[in-house]
């Protein structure tokens, strides 16, 4: 049986990587005749990117579960100290995308394949970053993990999930995927398409 902490973490997971799927999806389609809205809803969803994954996922993995997994699974470091990593670099790099996003919104289109390339390297990154947890860090968490540690761990993730992973809203971010789903074309949203 799966404990609630590795349904919460692979719950999260597949709503970043809807997140992160859209926004490539709305980069290829561009801004059309709806640049005001197409900039709009690109810097709702790498808020939502920095507000949940760097700020509140990240660090119940670095300060929960690593430390409990490395307790009986010291093998395991080299692969934690580089997931340690990214996710120290994490808030930095979603940062540095805002800032692309916003010259190529402010500056013009000669921006724009920076802030392309920049954000296909960063989909890439953070697609092999959550493989890794689930193909290496997760099953050696289940089947090494005692009765207390998950214990601990699922109610620690499910003290604070994700709204948009949870299914439960959050009122305190309502707007923000209201602002993300009204707003983006189909498939990723309800609004008319850009162009």
């Not at 692309?100 to 920049?118: H, K, N, Y």
Request: aromatic share 8%; net charge negative; with cysteine.
């Amino acid at each position: 049986m799966t404990h609630a902490a590795i349904q919460i973490i692979l719950k999260e997971h597949a709503a970043l990587s809807a997140v992160l799927r859209s926004l490539l999806m709305l980069l290829a389609q561009g801004p059309g005749d709806a640049p005001e809205r197409f900039f709009d809803v690109m810097r709702a969803m790498l808020f939502y990117i920095d507000e949940f994954p760097e700020r509140r996922h990240h660090p119940k993995e670095s300060d929960l579960l690593f430390p409990k997994l490395l307790r009986y699974r010291p093998d395991l470091l080299t692969v934690v100290c580089r997931l340690e990593n990214e996710h120290l670099a994490g808030e930095g790099r979603v940062r540095a995308l805002q800032h692309l996003l916003l010259a190529w919104e402010l500056l013009g289109e000669a921006r724009r394949a920076a802030f392309a390339s920049a954000a296909a390297e960063y989909v890439a990154f953070y697609r092999d970053h959550m493989r890794t947890e689930e193909s290496q860090l997760l099953p050696a968490a289940e089947a090494a993990l005692s009765a207390q540690d998950w214990r601990e761990l699922d109610a620690a993730f499910a003290a604070d999930p994700d709204p948009l992973a949870a299914g439960a809203p959050d009122s305190c971010y309502e707007r923000l995927f209201a602002r993300i789903v009204l707003n983006a074309p189909a498939p990723i949203g309800v609004g008319p398409a850009f162009a």
